[in-house]
């Protein structure tokens, strides 16, 4: 969730009083452990060792352990960034897969035969030895207030790390499956999110929003008014915190601009006659549960609701940024850039800027972006430039994908490509990532299925004629 | 759960009510599939298999896969028990691990050095091959409305198939194994239950009752009175179903007589001045759960919400039955019972019964255990009997551990033997199982760790003094 | 409330368990006062009206005084019936109008022209002044826990007085007035009732249902099936007490036997078939409340709400018994019957019976009302007995309304007479009200106002037609 | 609730943004009738009274009433201010008391001797029908969704109109009557408003606060951190909107500056360690229940409700201002002063201004108050100025009650005057109503009682000993 900008942003002052208060919240009736180990010494070491040990073989039982989980909490909570990285390491290093059970239960798999009933039973404990202590400890978390928000943060953490040995990469990849496990779709819940909503829930939606921004209450007002939904993934153990989020307009027909979408002072549409359903932000809140995709469910889900709850409305579609564009159009050589448009596009570009070569035409508007705002330009170009961005999505990776990450994740997920948008967004950043360009996707229930698979299998994607209307006219 | 007596008591009429609406409402918006499975064809067999492999490949995303659960799930239900079996054991043999990917992973294991990058790597990949694709396909239900339930029913089918071979033996560890993470105890919630709850909720107690049967909706009414306290664990996708539940009775000093505390005519106690929380039922209810232990957490989770609501109360203890005396009473012979009594006991049971050896006279009241509600007998024979009970908890098995399945249960969780009690449960049921006599377990949340600390490695039960004297009075 | 039947029956036991609970909750904080006015002394009578003198002047604030009122409450339910009733002779005797507050407001009502604003004032002191102090007092009891009840219940008692002098009249009126602004429909929550509501809850349905008892937890559990629906009024300051509620089956075509609909044996009915509601019970359950009326309120809001979530079901119909119909057939004579009969349907009268009158023919009917469920005399006399129904029904009182109480309170509402069921109550209690007759009340949404108006403009009763055609076959 | 200041400031945009939004929601879904009473002519005259005239005369039952009233209030709602004169005008002069049954009931009452049933019943009679026509039609709104703040709207209507004649001054006294009736404290529900309560609400705080502006959703939080309490009252009907509210802030010992509290850096305090809450903020939020008091109420049950929740907090304070204190000062003459004050204490309010009078030294504060933020200046003029102030709240009105209106308020809920504070309130407007002097009242739960007797009865103020000191310096 990087973002750009001055450190005193609306969002940021909201990222950081969450921030402050988990820190005093979690785990605050947990004893405190005196242990510094921003630089720890050999006895540091032991103590915490002796203290994973401790929650691990659970003496006085399971309740028992979970208390000592509780202090190791916030043994860890109150650790510098230093301190944090030795615990993992040690937690990483020493707490890791026990390799004799590893051994024995090989033993016992090759030694009997397939079908058997002894090969089933070391296929099973051969499963159970593959996991580390690290995780049978960090799993006593879940019972805890604020203990799953924590090994997600926790997670965090390790990603964060400048660097990663083998070891806190394992850890990396065996929290990630523990947590996939926990964040398995079937367990979250979905709610609406209202103006009616806690002032704490929607005070998170403005930390966490990643596409677009959210500059004051009275644009998150605008975001929640009569005419616009905004649905949340929960999980049950994290009831305040959204997973995942998407932010929905109802009016008629596609929309073609987030900045109208945005504009506070617009009036409400009257969503008795809306007909379409724009899916204008989707963003996942939570850095560590990176890898864990919550989008398809998110959106499919938020699709089947809208379904039955307004059966007025049959168009899905998001309108979407296009990340990728402008570092494409930057790599065109002229020669490229010759194969794919027709001469009079080529020449469109080279009078527009008064440059001899179109890539060199190209360069200009890359930096220069804001020029696309005056209508002249905007005239003489924009034929030329959807045309581009029409075969940017045709193009191809190695693998057989489309360059374009967002357009991926759609697409995969049964999507059309359904129009794209000329000054979809004339915000600095869009115009810096893509001309201003953006695009819609549409989910249409009865095709995501088929759509899918023909991704999948054959790597093609479904264009709506528009879309086709723009590829037939460059070369 | 097993039960004896005639086929249409009170609670087994709600049970089956419970079962009926069950089979009506899951899945009720599935497609039906039309298949038989009580006799299948080979192409029964196949339409199956074609179904079990569409949902674990997913076309069409995830979304699509849990309908097609749905699906399947409902085919399940509307098939006879052998159709169940059928299915199950197509599920199991077709759908098992896949041995090359576990091979393949081996392989990489052996040929990277412990502690590389590439080591951890074959690790976590061989643990995910180890999952057979059947987990693969059920855990998909997770999603479902009822989805969780009916895999708990699911495996509750598994375990009372009459013969298991190894592939559904394997089936039924990995769906155990599955359902031990979903229903982790952090995952759970308490929540008291009270005459205020929903009839819905509260007829399932009287299903579900394991111990001391409810007999009616006042008895039920009596045991949430103002003097006591039920408490059941739940999971966020079985909100209608309690897992465990305890009941509880407050009063003053520890409770000796279960009929007591079921006597519906009994004033309540003034909690104001209750000392002593009686934990006198505690049931699973969930046969699919056989393995997965909710008891311990249960009890002590219960004791710290006590100690926080109700601080004037001080001591917490069961009123347990004993169901391993009589049969280890009629297997004494009469040298073994000579050396644990003393003579004057062991003449006043025979005097008692006319009989001219101990164990005679034991096998006498075994037969007819009903003769001990008379007080001039029980004045006879409490003594020598109350000494064998002593005795009894102090026998071990094999093992090292003590022979009474419920006292294993509490010492294990660092509960003392506080009392025991002479005529604690007067019911057909209590004499034959343990001539009438009951136990208290005393749970004292200070020495909980310690007691479980010296029992697991000492195999050492500690003993109220009030034990110790009845043991004294023994050999 | 009036019930016949032995003193332990199922609702009675749990009336008496409501009770008990009810005087050991309310006021329980409060302090007592040491008063017993079983048989006051003049200090005691002193010292009460020392109490309530306080409750009216208010020292300390409004907040002191409820504190008193709490005191006052508790000091009036701890009485025996004859301390209440001297507790409510000084209330309503020394705590009435003040007179000379009326006497000058008067006096300036006249001294002043109608339309100036003393004479707007003066008629405002005077609404004021007509408020007596008894008033004043007892609504301080709103704001505490059960203190609306409470009121609620003293009325009870009010009406339940053997003899009632001027004051304790006025006092009912003057509390009724009080209760009648407080329990304004407008004030009042309609809730839907289940299974699944709570068990506290539904005990108070088995106690307070007026109509057809409830016999069971099975009884109720059958009336809160998948194809019925109840639902009750509550008032937010009494919202564990119903206040009336309704019980409606739903099916096809309309009901015609109400053992039909509480046999608890027979199969629920698929609702999304269902045409028709039927509504088959309306109980009010505060006798306190009487001579407030929530009957129409809550049928036509139970229509409108049905009507939004049921569109498929377009029928609503009560069934509903007929209290008067046996009374008047006993007062009719031979020449009366003569006058509304046909020869021939008297005739079958007396040959079922072997009487040589037509009026002593219904005689044996009236005091054997249990041979009308022999197929035979049924088959014989059921055209007469209809008949002289719908006569019943044509019947006016001198006032020009209809006979029987049932119909007047549906046909005020803006109801037609339906239909006129043979045997629709087949138990001892409805063969003696109405030889087992019972009648559907339809209201039909489009209708109910018009009906109205003819009804108490014109004394007009809308008849189905069957119902008409039964009526021609009478003289 | 008058505010000065430009006119779009943060809680005006807010409070506009209300009432648009209120106008488009309630009676949504009634009919609307073509009616504009902007400049009714005869014939829209006749059609409005005929429709108050169907409403009052309710036929089709009371359900269809209701049904009319909800199109009655949209016809009031989408009027102009004029129209709605005009509609009050109609309601007020033509839907009054009906003054030929007050007079049928005069007869009777004067016909029939007291303590008679029939003269009970005429008072009976009589008070109903002292209630004019236009409540028995405005009471039917109590039902309808939004219809309880209809008509809190329609009477600060008005109490806006520019003039009433005595119809519509009568039409306010009973609305007033009927609101208080059903406003009734006790009919009130007390809830605790935090940072997790809806935006919705919140955002009502922000417009509907009186006393101490919110500037901006973070001074809001500030407020509502955890050393804050914020506390409302709601009516049943109203559940969106608070009626009165009041925040508190916990600390140790008095709180004496309403900018240190404000303050949104300062850090929050422990709330485990405070021992006093300081009532800072108390406002009254609908214009249209003037004259019905919360406060008093609302205090005391906060009061209640802390001593239970925090039993660490031992002191209950405000901390008010003294709106009526510049005023005052302004009116002295010279003698006055000299009447209050010893020389001493005037010479030093010459010097510091270089007055010769100390009238005139006043009259400088009183222009330039904020001289008084300098410290040299505070420090010469504090003593006389703090003197002068306890003088007055000292001195009387001709009916014997304090000057100040907040005084009165808190002295008659028997409070006492705890402390005068310098520089309490240093904000422009703190200084120009009160020199930026305020005053805490304290609230000792023991005490209130009784002071609220002398102060009622003899007008009697109870006194801090640190005000006794200020007192005593002054002559």
Redesign the interface.
């Known amino acids: 969730m990087a973002r750009n900008g001055n450190s005193t942003s609306f969002f940021e002052r909201a990222w950081e009083r969450l921030s402050r208060n988990w820190k005093e919240v979690a785990f605050s009736g947990a004893k405190g452990m005196n242990l510094d180990l921003q630089k720890p010494t050999k006895s540091d070491i032991t103590a915490l060792k002796k203290h994973l040990t401790a929650c691990l073989e659970a003496?006085?039982?399971?309740?028992?352990a979970?208390a000592r989980a509780a202090d190791l909490g916030r043994l860890y909570l109150h650790q510098t960034a230093k301190g944090r990285e030795e615990f993992l390491k040690v937690l990483a290093r020493d707490f890791g897969?026990r390799?004799e059970a590893?051994q024995s239960a090989?033993g016992k798999l090759e030694d009997n035969p397939?079908?058997?009933?002894a090969?089933?039973?070391a296929?099973?404990e051969?499963?159970?030895a593959?996991?580390p202590d690290s995780i049978r400890i960090l799993?006593?978390?879940?019972?805890?207030p604020n203990?799953v928000k924590f090994l997600v943060d926790m997670r965090a953490d390790i990603l964060a790390l400048e660097e990663r040995d083998?070891?806190t990469?394992?850890l990396n990849?065996?929290l990630k499956?523990l947590l996939s496990?926990w964040f398995?779709?079937?367990?979250l819940d979905l709610e609406r999110i209202t103006?009616?909503?806690?002032?704490?829930?929607?005070?998170k939606l403005i930390a966490y929003e990643a596409v677009h921004e959210i500059r004051s209450?009275d644009d998150l007002?605008n975001r929640l008014d009569s005419d616009r939904r905004c649905y949340a993934l929960f999980h049950?153990?994290m009831p305040e915190e959204p997973l995942a989020f998407v932010e929905v307009a109802l009016g008629d027909g596609l929309a073609g601009s987030i900045q109208h979408l945005l504009d506070e002072a617009a009036p409400a549409f009257d969503t008795s006659r809306a007909d379409t359903a724009i899916f204008y932000s989707i963003s996942n809140t939570q850095k560590g549960l990176q890898g864990i995709a919550f989008g398809?469910?998110l959106i499919?889900?938020v699709v089947q609701r809208l379904q039955t709850e307004m059966p007025q409305v049959r168009r899905y579609a998001t309108l979407s940024p296009v990340p990728g564009l402008s570092g494409w159009l930057k790599s065109l050589s002229d020669e490229r850039i010759g194969a794919l448009l027709p001469t009079d596009q080529r020449k469109a570009l080279c009078e527009a800027t008064g440059k001899g070569k179109s890539a060199e035409a190209l360069q200009v508007f890359l930096a220069h972006p804001e020029t696309l705002l005056q209508d002249d330009v905007a005239e003489a170009v924009k034929e030329p430039l959807l045309g581009l961005t029409a075969r940017y999505f045709h193009e191809k990776r190695q693998d057989g994908q489309p360059l374009d990450p967002v357009a991926r994740f759609h697409l995969?997920?049964?999507a059309r490509l359904e129009r794209i948008n000329w000054l979809g967004d004339s915000s600095t950043r869009g115009l810096r990532q893509s001309l201003g360009i953006m695009v819609n996707y549409g989910y249409r229930p009865d095709e995501?299925?088929?759509n899918?698979?023909v991704y999948v299998n054959e790597g093609r994607i479904v264009l709506a004629s528009e879309v086709k209307s723009l590829l037939k006219k460059t070369k």
């Not at 103006?195 to 005070?203: F, N, R």
């Open positions: 003496p006085g039982g399971e309740v028992s979970r897969v390799r590893v090989l397939e079908d058997s009933q090969h089933y039973l296929e099973r051969l499963k159970a593959l996991t799993r006593l978390f879940n019972s805890l203990g083998p070891a990469e394992a990849a065996h499956d496990s398995d779709p079937g367990f103006w009616k909503s806690s002032a704490a829930l929607l005070e209450w007002r049950p153990r398809e469910y499919k889900l995969r997920n049964g995501l299925e088929k899918h698979e």
